[in-house]
């Protein structure tokens, strides 16, 4: 059973930076294409980027040039530092794991974090 957990939500001040982290246990995290999601209150939960186990990766416009996202196979853990964070950002931050081809579809998605909350301030 694959467990993924979420750190490093917070608050911050907008043009400001956080690092979240997922800590993946149960299977190696280089099995997976790994995305991280975000939902704000009262909208739809969205892609925001997917590293591939290729390497791969696709993010999505709002975050190109600001967020970057890695993998750490030693650790077994997925990252995503957001730099130049805007209120727009602030949402609940979810990872996720697939090996599902079509990876740009949530609902591929098997295995779910609880969710970080982050909070960007104007």
């Known amino acids: 059973q694959v467990q993924l957990v979420e750190s490093g939500g917070g608050y911050v001040q907008a043009g400001g930076s956080l690092k979240l982290s997922c800590a993946v246990s149960?299977?190696?995290?280089?099995?997976?294409?790994m995305a991280w999601l975000r939902q704000a209150p009262g909208t739809e939960r969205k892609i925001v980027t997917v590293?591939?186990?290729?390497?791969?990766?696709y993010y999505e416009d709002s975050v190109k040039g600001r967020f970057a996202v890695s993998r750490d196979n030693a650790k077994n853990t997925l990252t995503l530092q957001m730099n130049s964070l805007k209120p727009e950002d602030t949402a609940v931050y979810y990872c996720?794991?697939?090996?599902?081809?079509?990876?740009?579809?949530?609902?591929?998605?098997?295995?779910w974090g609880q969710g970080t909350q982050v909070t960007v301030s104007s």
């Open positions: 996720a794991a697939t090996t599902a081809a079509f990876d740009l579809n949530q609902r591929s998605y098997t295995y």
């Open positions: 149960g299977n190696p995290v280089s099995n997976y294409a």
């Open positions: 590293i591939r186990r290729s390497g791969n990766t």
